[in-house]
């Protein structure tokens, strides 16, 4: 809403694929709520099915990550949400796809595992190894923790 997005202007001001490296940046919430993060367990596709994960999805072009996080989580969770700090760090995933995280705080709405999910968990902070988190996931979360958790 605030014009046209700078090329190149670095991590955290991505316009879809991301100018300096060329891959597309998949923004992913560290969703908390009176303490908890949310993990959602993916329903799609095959390879992944089964395995949690931080919810959200591709910035679009143009789009800015923190519009696309508060996008997904919408589309995906039917909350709104507020994204926060950006968890420092950015995680590869299949070739051309890199994950960056932002935490987020729960405005309004009970999740529910609307697109793409079949099972959502709040995790209190001593519970986080308790789901089988993607691989791609894995450092993600642990860092999340360290920042959001002190853990
Ligand atoms: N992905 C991995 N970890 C995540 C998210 C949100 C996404 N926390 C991977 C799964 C897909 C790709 O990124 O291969 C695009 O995600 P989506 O648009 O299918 O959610
Ligand atoms: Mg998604």
Redesign the pocket.
């Known amino acids: 809403p605030h014009g046209t997005a700078h090329h190149g202007a670095g991590p955290g001001h991505g316009t879809g694929p991301d100018h300096g490296t060329g891959a597309v940046v ?3 919430a560290a969703l908390l709520d009176r303490g908890r993060l949310l993990a959602a367990r ?1 329903s799609a ?1 095959a390879d ?1 099915a089964g395995r949690w ?6 910035v679009e072009p143009g789009e800015r990550p923190e519009d696309a996080l508060v996008r ?1 989580l919408r589309e ?1 969770l039917g909350v709104e949400a507020e994204p926060g700090e950006r968890i420092p760090g950015e995680w590869p ?2 070739p051309g ?1 890199v ?1 960056r995280v932002w935490s987020a705080r729960l405005l309004s709405g009970d999740p529910l595992p609307l697109e ?1 999910h079949d099972e959502l968990r709040w995790l209190a902070p001593g519970e986080l190894d308790a789901v089988d988190w ?1 691989d ?2 894995r450092p ?1 979360v642990a860092e999340a923790a360290r920042r959001l958790f002190g853990a």
């Open positions: 998949v923004v992913a993916r596709p992944l994960e931080l919810p959200g999805g591709k997904e995906e995933l299949k796809y994950l793409d993607l791609q996931d993600a």
